[in-house]
């Protein structure tokens, strides 16, 4: 009988052992091992700089076979608009999701994109920007890891009244932000700087005829209720930033970091291409649920508003040289790489 519990003891033992075995194997699984990343965006979930994030953290997901699980927080739940791209600095999330419009000055390269060029398609505008800042690897990003790059589509006029010229334009009140307040000046609006969620009262209320943005907000925000016309004029666009906190990406795996880099240009090309097609899909939808109509400019005001909006590409080409970066070539850039991506097949 003692043999007998001296061998039940053993075996007790090496039950424990067995089962200490198994726990300490456990974090070296994919699903304990996983490397998180915590990714902040700041506007709601539904809209296309969301929608991306969305499209990136599967790929990556999938791509990593779930070495990498990412957390992603929509709507300035983790980080604001403004204080991303210092925050991803700090650390506080590890990747963000920013507007370089928002911050004017910060991002001098990149803001030959948000400059009124007439880009057509967010696709092309998205393409340039990513082209352009790997070309110039700017000063700007000099503190964190590129992720990706994109743009919205161009910013057309949306109106409780009809635009059909520019002459109906003199004196008209319209919401916009960033770049557009002085596009609107200069094209004989009266820009008028709100939050996007006061706007479908202010229109309601006649405090504004309308707003100047991209066009799937018809859908998106519901402004086709308040907007019945839209007049197409493409333009600006407003561009975006991905990026990742340099001392989470110097301690990634270079296999996850191979991973991330082949999604870089990619995944500008997906959300140019996604965001311009959403467009196509707001108008339909606006047109069938509210008779939403879409209006063209005279030829003749298409072709002054490059010359009415001269001005400030001149003033930025010289802001930007004397600070010591060559200002003409980046326009030039900006111009070649614009006529290419637009001339590609949609």
């Not at 057309?156 to 109906?168: A, R």
Request: aromatic letters at 8%.
């Amino acid at each position: 009988m003692r043999q007998t519990a001296i061998l039940g003891v053993g075996l007790a033992v090496v039950g424990a052992m067995a089962a200490g075995c198994s726990k300490q194997e456990a974090p070296a699984g994919k699903a304990a091992g996983a490397i998180t990343l915590r990714y902040s965006n700041f506007p709601p979930a539904s809209t296309f700089p969301c929608v991306q994030m969305e499209h990136w953290k599967a790929e990556v997901e999938k791509r990593t076979q779930g070495k990498v699980k990412v957390e992603t927080f929509p709507g300035g739940t983790l980080l604001g608009a403004k204080n991303t791209f210092d925050g991803v600095i700090a650390g506080t999330a590890d990747i963000g999701c920013f507007a370089m419009s928002y911050q004017p000055g910060r991002f001098p390269v990149s803001e030959a994109v948000d400059l009124p060029l007439g880009f057509t398609s967010a696709k092309a505008a998205s393409l340039t920007l990513y082209e352009l800042v790997m070309k110039y690897k700017p000063k700007e990003f000099e503190k964190v890891k590129i992720i990706t790059l994109f743009t919205c589509p161009p910013s057309n006029f949306m109106t409780s009244s009809p635009v059909k010229s520019l002459k109906d334009l003199a004196g008209m009140k319209l919401r916009c932000s960033g770049t557009g307040a002085e596009v609107i000046k200069k094209l004989g609006g009266e820009p008028v700087a709100m939050p996007q969620s006061e706007t479908p009262e202010a229109i309601q209320k006649g405090r504004v005829k309308g707003m100047v943005s991209s066009m799937e907000i018809l859908k998106d925000f519901n402004f086709a209720a308040y907007c019945p016309y839209a007049t197409r004029a493409d333009l600006y666009v407003v561009t975006f930033g991905v990026v990742m906190n340099q001392a989470k990406w110097n301690a990634l795996p270079e296999d996850v970091k191979k991973v991330i880099d082949d999604l870089r240009r990619e995944q500008a090309l997906w959300t140019g291409t996604y965001v311009d097609d959403h467009v196509q899909e707001a108008l339909t939808w606006a047109k069938e649920k509210y008779k939403h109509q879409v209006f063209e400019l005279p030829k003749e005001d298409q072709a002054r508003i490059p010359e009415l909006l001269k001005p400030m590409v001149d003033a930025y080409v010289k802001k930007v040289t004397d600070a010591g970066l060559p200002g003409e070539q980046i326009l030039k850039d900006v111009q070649a790489m614009r006529k290419k991506f637009e001339a590609e097949p949609k």
